[in-house]
């Protein structure tokens, strides 16, 4: 159940941070995801880190934290992407 739940976070961070992004990210859905995923790890980590993992009620802090590595992942993720992608279109 551990890893469904991470999957479906990571597919939501991964959205929003895609929305919150200005201009088109060009990394497919699949990408997105793992993205996500990364960043509610090193969002988790970074809370954990500030002593605010486990607080009274919803963890907004770690949301926060969660939603800023998933925006900086998704950003730097997609840059390789399509750095990747750019390069393998000139091979051809």
Do not use: C, E
């Amino acid at each position: 159940m551990g890893w469904l739940w991470a999957i479906i976070v990571g597919f939501v961070l991964g959205l929003i941070a895609k929305a919150i992004i200005p201009g088109k990210q060009h990394s497919p859905l699949w990408l997105t995801t793992i993205f996500g995923i990364l960043g509610a790890i090193v969002g988790n980590a970074v809370a954990r880190a500030a002593g605010v993992d486990a607080t009274s009620g919803i963890d907004w802090m770690r949301h926060i934290f969660q939603l800023i590595a998933a925006v900086v992942i998704v950003l730097l993720g997609d840059m390789a992407y399509m750095a990747t992608l750019g390069r393998n279109k000139h091979r051809t």
